[in-house]
């Protein structure tokens, strides 16, 4: 009885919970990235991702430029993004991903994951900004403005 007892309440602090998980692979400050180029995604409907990525790069200080179709030969450093949404009595950010390359290799690596589709947490009903801003924030952690 106790055993049950307990693993209900276990059950019930993890679906509460809503855990997100974050993984990044840093942008090395050697590369001395002042300024990237961002290949739109315009498969990716929401409105509020966007915006929160030229923030965050802007943020630690590094000017962005919008590409839309090819990308031309002066982005030294390119960052190209993807982000889903999922249903749950309104639209909910579920996962993100953003890749750094430089001259073709990628150097740097960001994923966000919303386990669960975030259970009964009501942080999963939170803007990009809120989900998004940390993980750029580790993304860029070696740059300071």
Known sequence: MKMSVQMAVTVLACSLMGCTAISVQPMDDAFAMQQVCIQENTRV?????????????????????????????????????????????????????????????????????????????????????KKIMPMLDELLAEYHP
């Open 45 to 129: 409907i929401r409105g509020d991702f966007l915006p929160v990525l030229v923030q965050g790069f802007h943020k630690h200080g590094i000017d962005t430029k919008l590409v839309r179709g090819e990308m031309p030969d002066y982005c030294e450093f390119v960052v190209t993004y993807t982000a889903t949404q999922t249903w749950d009595l309104a639209m909910v950010l579920k996962d993100a991903e953003v890749w750094i390359h430089r001259s073709g290799l990628q150097v740097a690596y960001a994923n966000f994951h919303l386990r669960g589709g975030g259970g009964f947490s009501l942080m999963k009903w939170q803007g990009a900004e």
